[in-house]
T-cell receptor
Framework: DTGVSQDPRHKITKRGQNVTFRCDPISEHNRLYWYRQTLGQGPEFLTYFQNEAQLEKSRLLSDRFSAERPKGSFSTLEIQRTEQGDSAMYLC??????????????????FGAGTRLSVL | DQQVKQNSPSLSVQEGRISILNCDYTNSMFDYFLWYKKYPAEGPTFLISISSIKDKNEDGRFTVFLNKSAKHLSLHIVPSQPGDSAVYFCAASGFWLTGGGNKLTFGTGTQLKVEL
């Protein structure tokens, strides 16, 4: 299977605990994105990486959230001191974007199955 | 500030008929649009996309239409099949024309139910 994989699929934690999620993108993809989805909403952008560089962070990403992509391959998303409002589906996506080739790149992002976080 | 809107939370269609899902956007910087399908407990699956230099793109049973002046796009599914029953998300991104492509902004989704 060469799709985007996320681990774990489900995580239940108590308020105040730290959690870490992992995402393995499609191997040749240079961009990796994190989104969060709550019930009745579409996915909301959190942050993205071009190779190992984190290029943009949403205002949704409070200082309790940190994401890394140390070698430009897999990524981790850590939430410190979890709160009940952090309960959501965390989705990872990857894409291949070649800078400078205007109008030729299809910014199609391929998503993993997500990690469902429940904070009790 | 909902920049991508899907005003119909649900749609019910009979098998074999056409399904039309609608999406409106407000941000003029969006120049690339995508439709995703999502089943429960799975991530969104890419269906079809269209760039701002086109007004129509077709892929099998799926056709996406873009009306830039109205900032409106629609997804047509013909003929509809029971396996098409899912939540459909419209998404938009910017900077495609400049060779970039970045985050996607999603609508809230439309639940399609195709009945026998």
């Amino acid at each position: 299977d060469t799709g985007v994989s996320q681990d774990p699929r489900h995580k239940i934690t108590k308020r105040g605990q730290n959690v870490t999620f992992r995402c393995d993108p499609i191997s040749e993809h240079n961009r990796l994105y994190w989104y969060r989805q709550t019930l009745g909403q579409g996915p909301e952008f959190l942050t993205y990486f071009q190779n190992e560089a984190q290029l943009e962070k949403s205002r949704l990403l409070s200082d309790r959230f940190s994401a890394e992509r140390p070698k430009g391959s897999f990524s981790t998303l850590e939430i410190q001191r979890t709160e009940q409002g952090d309960s959501a589906m965390y989705l990872c996506a990857s894409s291949l974007v070649i800078a400078g080739r205007a109008g030729t790149v299809k910014n199609i992002q391929y998503f993993g199955a997500g990690t469902r976080l429940s904070v009790l | 500030d909902q920049q991508v809107k899907q005003n119909s939370p649900s749609l019910s269609v009979q098998e074999g008929r056409i399904s039309i899902l609608n999406c409106d956007y407000t941000n003029s910087m969006f120049d690339y649009f995508l439709w995703y399908k999502k089943y429960p407990a799975e991530g969104p699956t890419f269906l079809i996309s269209i760039s701002s230099i086109k007004d129509k793109n077709e892929d099998g049973r799926f056709t996406v239409f873009l009306n830039k002046s109205a900032k409106h796009l629609s997804l047509h599914i013909v003929p509809s099949q029971p396996g098409d029953s899912a939540v459909y998300f419209c998404a938009a991104s910017g900077f495609w024309l400049t060779g970039g492509g970045n985050k996607l902004t999603f609508g809230t989704g439309t639940q399609l139910k195709v009945e026998l």
